[in-house]
């Protein structure tokens, strides 16, 4: 193949992506417009939503779309990605009322890519402000980083989570990081919800705010392994810092004011 056949079939699978991606964009909205205007896909047509349900949808749903420019803005596959479609018929009442438990609620869709791939995604595209690559600490280590489970890249997920830049503390929980970690996890619980317990959904929810341009955990940080925790484990946290992103460790037996919890609601 000469070089201007193979320029012209590079320029033509160009194309045939961007039509694929103006696809699922017009898909998009006109599943936005749907539920806005009080019809909905066929497919969820038997949920019956209220007018501050179909509020929140209508906010999830402009979420979804960051989350797709997301992706793309660091070079990740949105192969396999569900659709607002599918996402949608996971939002049933009990749901959303679990969600309006959380401050600020924000959807990740965590990508079927190991977290070492979201890291390298996040350094070889940085943002204005961005000056240096993170930095992280034993990232092989599944205690830390991924719930004290195998990675698992083999599906995609979908989270809503507590998305305000900086969690608040709660004055009513103290003690060693071990001990507010489980009274965290027993709040949350309480409420109906999970805590983020992973370096995945959280670097998610980093990618997003790195692109919005208003890095989470800046006065603070996020702890990523409560439930997993034991009184003798490590600490696993992230936040932003020095103009990069920190995935870090604390001992379970010190007292951290800055150290917070993230709330998070699965749902898919």
């Known amino acids: 193949m000469g070089l201007l056949e193979r320029m012209k079939e590079k320029l033509s699978n160009m194309t045939r992506r961007s039509s694929e991606e103006e696809r699922q964009r017009a898909e998009i909205r006109r599943e936005m417009l749907a539920v806005g205007s009080y019809r909905v896909p066929a497919n969820v047509s038997h949920i019956k939503w209220s007018k501050e349900e179909r ?5 999830l749903a402009g979420q979804y779309n960051i989350m797709l420019d ?10 396999g990605m569900p659709t607002w479609e599918l996402v949608l018929a996971e939002l049933a009442p009990e749901v959303l009322k679990r ?10 869709i965590v990508p079927p890519v190991s977290r070492q791939t979201m890291v390298e995604a996040i350094d070889a595209h940085k943002v204005p402000g961005q000056k240096h690559e993170t930095t992280n600490y034993k990232f092989g280590n599944d205690d830390l980083w991924s719930g ?56 998610a929810l980093m990618m997003c705010s790195l692109q919005a341009g208003k890095p989470i955990d800046k006065e603070n940080w996020t702890a990523l392994n409560a ?3 034991t009184e003798s484990s490590l600490v696993a946290f992230g936040f932003w810092n020095l103009d990069r992103v920190f995935l870090n460790f604390a001992g379970p037996a010190v007292g951290y004011l800055f150290l917070r919890w993230r709330g998070s609601v699965r749902v898919m």
Do not use: C, F, H, M
């Open 99 to 108: 969600v309006r438990k959380l401050e600020e609620p924000a959807l990740v």
């Open 227 to 229: 439930k997993n925790l």
């Open 148 to 203: 004290g489970k195998p990675e698992a890249t083999d599906a995609w997920e979908v989270a809503i989570v507590t998305g305000v830049r900086d969690v608040k503390a709660d004055e009513a929980i103290r003690g060693t990081n071990y001990q507010r970690a489980k009274a965290w996890v027993k709040k949350y619980e309480g409420q109906g919800v999970d805590v983020i317990n992973d370096a995945r959904t959280y670097l």
């Open 55 to 59: 509020e929140q949808i209508e906010t």
């Open 70 to 79: 997301t992706l793309k803005a660091y070079k990740i596959s949105l192969e």
